[in-house]
Each structure stands twice: as structure tokens, then as C-alpha cells.
């Protein structure tokens, strides 16, 4: 058993899961994620590219986590724990500005997450925070 899975399966009410998904459906999933990622962000006006390129990036992971977890889980909400060079690869360092206020890049992340998962998986836990862990 890896660490990694050790360390999942010492955590109560953890599940781990691996989605075995062909080229052609992710190809497609990933252009779809893309748009949609984008276009929310830029109708919110964030137009900064490296936030947009990160929040594509981690989005793909969550939205896969919702299908599945629509299923599979019962619980009301959930933490999403990432690891950090998953987040740097993104955004982790950007400084988000809202109404003179900074705010954590991630949490546009969560807010489109959750709006996704309302409309598609209502069955799904709702995403209260995500986490990264160096």
C-alpha cells in the first residue's frame, strides 16, 4: 500500500477513488471545462490568465469528483484536500482583488464548482473549501 493511500484510509468518512477515462472523452471533457472556466471567469471580470489557466486546471479534477461523488457519497458538503505543486502549477500565489478586498484565488474556484454541481448533480456533496497541503 502507497503512502498516499495509507494516509486516505486513515481518515474517517475518506473515500478514494481513480476514473479510467479514453482520450477521445477527455479531449472533449477538457475543451468543455476550458470554455465553461473561462467564460465564467471573464463574465465575473477576473481576466487574469494565470488564475484562469490554474482554476482550468483544478477544475477538471472537481468536476469529475462531483459525477462521482453524486453516486457514491452522502455526504452534505465536503473538504477537497490538494496537493500544493497541483495548486502552484495555477494559482496559489495570486493576489485576487474584490471590491478593495483580497480574497483567496480559489474561492471563484469553489463558487463555479458548486454552481456546476447545482445544476448538474444535485445528489453530490456541495464543495465548502479546498485545501492545499504541501
Known amino acids: ?9 486513515d481518515l474517517i468518512s475518506s473515500v478514494a477513488c481513480a ?11 477538457r ?3 476550458d470554455r465553461v472556466v473561462k467564460g465564467s471567469l471573464e ?23 462531483l459525477r462521482v461523488s453524486s453516486t457514491a457519497i452522502s455526504a452534505s458538503s465536503t473538504t ?6 497541483v495548486l502552484a502549477k495555477g494559482f496559489s ?20 464548482v458548486n454552481a456546476y454541481r447545482n445544476k448538474q ?4 456533496p456541495l464543495i465548502d473549501r479546498v485545501l492545499s497541503q504541501s
Open 19 to 29: 476514473t479510467l477515462l479514453d482520450e477521445s472523452w477527455k479531449s472533449e471533457f
Open 121 to 124: 448533480y444535485t445528489a453530490a
Open 93 to 112: 500565489d495570486i493576489d485576487l482583488i474584490v471590491k478593495s478586498q483580497k480574497i483567496s484565488s480559489e474561492l471563484p474556484v469553489v463558487a463555479a
Open 43 to 65: 463574465a465575473a471580470k477576473i481576466r487574469d490568465e494565470k488564475l484562469i489557466s490554474g482554476a482550468q486546471f483544478l477544475v477538471k479534477s472537481l468536476f469529475t469528483y
Open 80 to 85: 477537497v484536500h490538494i496537493d500544493y505543486h
Open 31 to 33: 475543451g468543455f471545462v
Open 1 to 9: 500500500m502507497s503512502s498516499g493511500q495509507s494516509s486516505v484510509l
